[in-house]
C-alpha cells in the first residue's frame, strides 16, 4: 500500500505575518505593525474601566463573573500587543524549529484552556448544587479544568524557549499561566481541608461550609 507523503509544516514566520494582517488588522509594513500593538495596548486600558464600570451600572456591584471577564480581555488585547510589537523583531523569535508531533497539539490549546478552563470550572460548581455527597467531585472537576489543563498544555512550549525568545517568550507563559491556576487556589485549598460545621447564619442549624470558597453544603449529616 502506497503511503502518503508526509505534508511538510507550516512556516510559522508566514504564519504569524498572516495572523496579523487577517485577524489583528496590522499591515505588511512594521509601522503598520507597530501602530496596531498601539491599538491593542489602548483597548487593553479601555478594558480595565469600561467592563467592571457597565457591570456596576447594571448590577450595583462587579461579581466575580464581572472581574473575570474584564482580566479576559484585558489580558487577551495585552498578549495582542505585545505579539504584534515583536513580530517584526525577528531576533526575539524562537530557533527551535517547529517540530509539529503531538506535543505540540497539547500545547495549541494552551491559551484556550487558560481562557475557558476556569469559566468552565465556574459553571461546574454553579450549575450543580454543592452537597455533602458530591461536592468533591465538582471541586476536583474545577480544579483539573481551571488549573491542571493550564500547566499541563503549557509544559511542550518550554522546549522552544531557546535563545532571546526567552526574554518575552518566558514571562508570558508564566504570568498567563498563573491566572489561571491563582483562580482556583482557594478550590485546592478546599479539596486539601475540607469543610467545618458552623451555625448556619440564616436557619441556625449547623451546616457543612467550605471557609476558603465560602460556599455552604447544607445541613450536616
Known amino acids: 500500500m502506497k503511503k502518503t507523503p508526509k505534508q511538510p509544516l507550516p512556516d510559522p514566520e508566514k504564519t504569524s505575518e498572516q495572523a496579523a494582517q487577517t485577524f489583528f488588522g496590522a499591515g505588511s509594513d512594521p509601522a503598520e505593525v507597530r501602530a496596531a500593538a498601539g491599538r491593542y495596548l489602548g483597548s487593553a486600558l479601555a478594558s480595565a474601566g469600561l467592563v467592571p ?3 456596576y451600572l447594571r448590577f450595583g456591584e462587579v461579581p466575580t463573573l464581572g472581574w473575570g471577564l474584564t482580566v479576559f480581555f484585558v489580558v487577551y488585547c495585552l498578549l495582542a500587543a ?3 510589537y515583536f513580530q517584526p523583531l525577528r531576533q526575539f523569535h524562537t530557533p527551535v524549529a517547529l517540530r509539529g508531533g503531538w506535543l505540540d497539539y497539547i500545547a ?7 481562557a475557558f478552563g476556569p469559566f468552565l470550572g465556574w459553571v461546574a460548581t454553579s450549575a450543580f448544587p454543592l452537597t455533602p455527597g458530591d461536592w468533591r467531585w465538582l471541586y476536583a472537576a474545577r480544579l483539573l479544568l481551571a488549573a491542571g489543563l493550564p500547566v499541563l498544555t503549557a509544559l511542550p512550549m518550554m522546549r522552544y524557549l531557546r535563545g532571546k525568545a526567552v526574554l518575552v517568550a518566558l514571562p508570558i507563559l508564566l504570568i498567563v499561566t498563573s491566572l489561571p491556576v491563582w483562580s482556583a487556589v482557594d478550590v485546592g485549598r478546599d479539596l486539601w481541608s475540607g469543610p467545618l460545621a458552623r451555625q448556619s447564619p440564616t436557619s441556625g442549624e449547623t451546616e457543612l461550609y467550605l471557609p476558603h470558597t465560602q460556599q455552604s453544603l447544607g445541613k450536616a449529616p
Open 53 to 55: 464600570l457597565l457591570f
Open 82 to 84: 505585545v505579539g504584534l
Open 108 to 114: 495549541a490549546w494552551w491559551l484556550v484552556s487558560c
